[in-house]
């Protein structure tokens, strides 16, 4: 298992702002992922976060957007950009390719 | 189709109650089978992996039937903690390597 903390755990932003999450693991993984949990649905991987590579997203979410750095194996942050109120949501940084670890998750309301 | 759904619920039932969950998945390469939990304004948690063979865990049983493509979930003896969403998960190969995909979750309130 892996244990992993994630801050902040809740903020409320001005439309227009951004607002970086950081995820720290407590060993070393090759992929971080990051996930977004909009009210009432389930979770949607928004990229994979691989240490000195760029992050590969996925179909809807690009790097302007969403900019992720992996500086070393166990850190990781994902910026939310020229936020929105359709950016409200729950965002998760996760590690393990096949079982699952989550952070505590970061609730973002943007207003 | 999604590529993993289940019946979103609200499943409502007594405490002692047995319940269960139905997901389907439709790729049929997929290799690794959960059941995550997840609490209100909580993160996921991992509930128990599910194997061909089946496993049980307490009062939790989870079966899988790849011919069907179709993962199961029973609890037996509800409690009222077992109040929360539950995610059926999946993960097999994809585009450049594997991917983990989420179910939209049942969720489960148990009443006294």
């Known amino acids: 298992s892996a244990v992993i903390s994630q801050k902040p755990s809740r903020d409320i932003c001005q439309r227009g702002t951004s607002l970086t999450i950081q995820c720290q693991v407590d060993?070393?993984?090759?992929?971080m992922f990051w996930y977004r949990q909009q009210p009432g649905q389930s979770l949607t991987l928004i990229a994979t976060a691989n240490q000195g590579s760029e992050a590969t997203y996925e179909s809807g979410f690009v790097i302007d957007k969403f900019p992720i750095s992996r500086p070393n194996l166990t850190f990781s942050t994902l910026t939310v950009s020229n936020m929105s109120p359709e950016d409200s949501s729950i965002y998760l940084c996760?590690?393990?390719?096949?079982?699952?670890?989550f952070g505590q998750g970061t609730r973002l309301t943007v207003v | 189709r999604k590529e993993v759904e289940q019946d979103p619920g609200p499943f409502n039932v007594p405490e002692g109650a047995t319940v269960a969950f139905n997901c389907t998945y439709s790729n049929s390469a997929s290799q690794s089978f959960f059941w995550y939990r997840q609490d209100c304004r909580k993160e996921p948690k991992l509930l128990m992996s599910v194997y061909s063979s089946g496993n049980e865990d307490g009062r939790f049983t989870a079966q899988l039937n790849r011919a069907s493509q179709y993962i199961s979930l029973l609890i037996r003896d509800s409690k009222l903690s077992d109040s929360a969403t539950y995610l059926c998960v999946v993960n097999g190969p994809n585009t450049g390597g594997f991917k983990t995909i989420f179910g939209a979750g049942t969720r489960l309130f148990v009443k006294a």
């Open positions: 060993s070393q993984v090759t992929m």
């Open positions: 996760s590690v393990g390719e096949t079982e699952a670890f």
